[in-house]
């Protein structure tokens, strides 16, 4: 199997799970449940016993990841934010703890790309990109952190990137916000342990979905990323499943402040080329 591939489905995986991976009880929103990521992520969560609130942007696609979680039987409720607005953000949270009586788990699975060269990046594009990918990550993990707090546990999940650590070409202003992801985790990760908060983060290599749908496109791009890839395949959203629930339940509980990244052994290499 190239790359090591699941052979086990995403049920039969979890559940047979061990206990201290069980999310049973739980309440997890998700942001950006309508994407990729953020979707297979929901999925997962649930199944690993944990209910739903699923945030994002366009309500059809959060309405489908509800429907998904409640057709493997267990609850999930949607409610439309926009990451760029703080108070939207604010409002989702406390609706989300008012409906479920508590909130034990965030997953930041939102964001935006822009593969534009440096040069071409107009100021505009730039203030986008920070206002949801790192501004309005701050605003969530802050609005979440502050109702966790009240019950002295909680765990924060962000989805961060490769550019975090390693500079990529067109992904200036993505990279930027990355970088600036990951330290905040790690600034979060210190302030709130007393009050029994996590902060963790997943860094995906190239995971294919609809932001990462373009380079899949064209072969000369595909054929050139998948030759930094030891494991010498792109990956799938499943392929992240397993360390969300890891670092969701307390199998990771004395865990803060890290990345996992999930990346087929891109950064491992050094981004040296397979031969
Ligand atoms: N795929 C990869 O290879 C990869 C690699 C590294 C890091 N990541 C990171 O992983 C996360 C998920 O990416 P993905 O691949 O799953 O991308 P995706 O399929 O495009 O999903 C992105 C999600 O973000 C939501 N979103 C965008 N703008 C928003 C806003 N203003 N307010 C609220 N929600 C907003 C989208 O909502 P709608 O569905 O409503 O538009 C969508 O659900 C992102 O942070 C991305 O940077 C992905």
Redesign the pocket.
Known sequence: MPGGANTLGRDEAISSMPKSFRLDGKVAVV????????QAIAFALASAGAEIVAI???PD?LTQTCEGVRENGQQAWSYP????DPQSIEKAMSWAHVQRGRLDILVN?????LRKPALEVTEEEWDRMVS?NLKGVFFCCQAAARIMARYGTGTIIT???LTAVIGLSSLSVYGACKGGVAQLMKALAVEWAPMGIRVNAIG?G??R????EVVFQKDSVRESFLRLIPLGRAGNPNDLVGAAIFLASEASSYMTGQTLYIDGGWLASGGNARA
């Open positions: 942001l950006g449940a309508g994407g990729g990521l953020g994002g942007k366009t696609r934010v926009d990451l760029a699975a939102a964001g935006v790309q949801i989805l961060t990137s995906p190239r995971i979905t609809p932001m990462t």
